[in-house]
């Protein structure tokens, strides 16, 4: 069974200007999502953006981008099973920012 996979996650940046998404995948039995795209958005000022697969480590880097107050990730394929993870990081934000990240793609079980 697929489905369309549409998940927001919206949190607000510290005082150092870093806002880290809880991290995010499927939990069902058996179930895959493949996202194909995400958005994000910071409701002020700049930011850089960082996409993470598991936990937020340098080496767990699958995307980036300087334009992280709002720009769309496009031609993505990134494929997760139970237990796998996506994590987004905001860092030089606006102190108080709201930040937004929303997956894109399919679920199916």
């Known amino acids: ?13 510290d005082a150092n200007g ?34 993470y697969r598991d936990y937020v480590d340098p080496q767990q880097q699958i995307d980036e981008t300087d334009s992280g107050e709002s720009d769309t990730s496009e031609n993505n394929s990134i494929e997760l099973q139970v237990g796998g993870k996506l994590v987004g990081q ?13 997956l894109y793609g399919e679920k199916y079980r």
């Open 18 to 51: 870093t806002a880290t998404t809880l991290p995010v995948g499927p939990v069902m039995y058996r179930e895959t999502w493949k996202v194909t795209r995400y958005s994000i958005n910071v409701s002020e000022g700049r930011a850089k953006f960082r996409m």
């Open 90 to 102: 905001w860092v030089d934000a606006t102190p108080g920012a709201a930040c937004t990240l929303v």
């Open 1 to 13: 069974m697929r489905e369309e996979l549409k998940f927001t996650q919206q949190v607000i940046a």
